[in-house]
């Protein structure tokens, strides 16, 4: 947590980059999205988790968790459904 995160930002066509602990970028968000992302992936049922996390939409939902093609894949594939 202590280690160093190299942040780059534009702001009026110039770039800047500063390095900044990670501890400092972790913040409430990051926990929500953890959560709904991780419960999904663990096969919670996508309403249960947006009820918990106070999402209005399905669409913004999916939208919102981080599950790249593999780990989709691999969900299906385990699915009752295709056992």
């Known amino acids: 947590m ?5 942040l780059k930002t534009t702001k009026g066509g ?5 390095k900044r602990p990670k501890y400092e970028l972790i913040k ?8 709904c992302t991780n419960s999904h992936l ?3 049922d996508t ?3 947006m ?3 106070d999402h209005k939409t ?8 981080k599950v790249n093609e593999k780990e989709t894949s ?3 594939a385990e699915h009752e459904f295709f056992q």
């Open 2 to 6: 202590d280690e160093g995160v190299l």
């Open 14 to 18: 110039c770039i800047t980059s500063c």
């Open 28 to 35: 409430t968000h990051t926990a929500r999205r953890s959560f």
């Open 42 to 44: 663990l096969g919670m």
């Open 47 to 49: 309403l249960e988790i």
């Open 51 to 53: 009820t918990l996390s």
């Open 58 to 65: 399905e669409t913004n939902f999916l939208q919102y968790i």
């Open 74 to 76: 691999i969900m299906i």
